[in-house]
């Protein structure tokens, strides 16, 4: 182990404090584990990093500072802490280190909690309102600067470009990540209860309806495991994934 102090100093040295300190707590924590030496130096010094690097963000009053600050990805800085060239920012770094105690942090929670509701770029052009059931504009959206002319739905407050039709409209509404939620929580249900339906019946019985529900079920499962190995490192480094490989495979098998 090296100089704490001397880390400690570059580090408050550094022009991004928020990223480094996450990636010194991470590296304190591998040596402590996989070593096992210095332990009471690695606790005091991960102690010290974490109630500072969350003291930064105790600094920051502004909403919008802190969201750029933590989910924006550009910059020198912004491939730091992750394996490859892939960029990731301050916030997505915290969750994939593990950092509880940063993620907690109210301006993190208040993040999340948005994003949640539609406010990302990646989202749809709509997003829920805050403690509301009402949609609005997603203003992180790409299109949102390109088309501001807008047209009021269902109410004066909330409301959509002019453009938009109610057929965009409602398409637009299940890019959000809640409403992906409740949706992924109803098929689910209902592909329990296809299975359920199909298991029970007898095996050299006639093919019906309950049938060609549970094989669509599977093909739309298959499809989805496909699109999410667009990162195939990413994908299979989680054993979740490998278990629902298995899972469908053996269930288009039987």
């Known amino acids: 182990v090296g100089s704490l102090d001397l880390a400690h100093l570059m580090w408050q040295r550094t022009r991004s404090p928020l990223r480094a300190g996450l990636i010194a707590l991470s590296m304190c924590e591998k040596i402590k584990t996989s070593k096992n030496i210095c332990v009471d130096e690695l606790e005091n010094a991960m102690e010290k990093f974490s109630k500072e690097t969350v003291g930064v963000l105790e600094h920051l ?93 269902n109410n004066k407050k909330h409301s959509v470009p002019h453009y938009t039709v109610f057929r965009k409209f409602v398409l637009e509404i299940w890019r959000i990540p809640k409403v992906k939620n409740r949706t992924q929580m109803l098929s689910l249900f209902l592909f329990v209860l296809s299975f359920c339906s199909v298991a029970f019946q007898p095996l050299c019985g006639p093919i019906n309806f309950w049938h060609g529900i549970f094989f669509a079920y599977l093909v739309s499962m298959a499809v989805q495991e496909i699109h999410q190995m667009s990162d195939l490192f990413l994908y299979s480094s989680n054993a979740f994934n490998i278990l629902d490989i298995v899972l469908i495979v053996l269930l288009f098998l039987a």
């Open 61 to 153: 009053t502004d909403k919008e500072e802190v969201r750029k600050l933590l989910t924006g990805k550009h910059g020198e800085f912004s491939t730091l802490g992750i394996k490859g060239h892939r960029k990731i920012d301050i916030l997505e770094l915290a969750i994939d280190l593990k950092n509880q105690k940063f993620v907690a942090h109210r301006h993190c929670q208040n993040i999340l909690d948005e994003q949640y509701n539609g406010r990302a770029p990646q989202c749809g052009l709509v997003k829920f309102g805050k403690g509301s059931a009402w949609v609005e504009l997603n203003d992180l959206h790409p299109s949102y600067v390109a088309h501001q002319t807008r047209t009021t739905f």
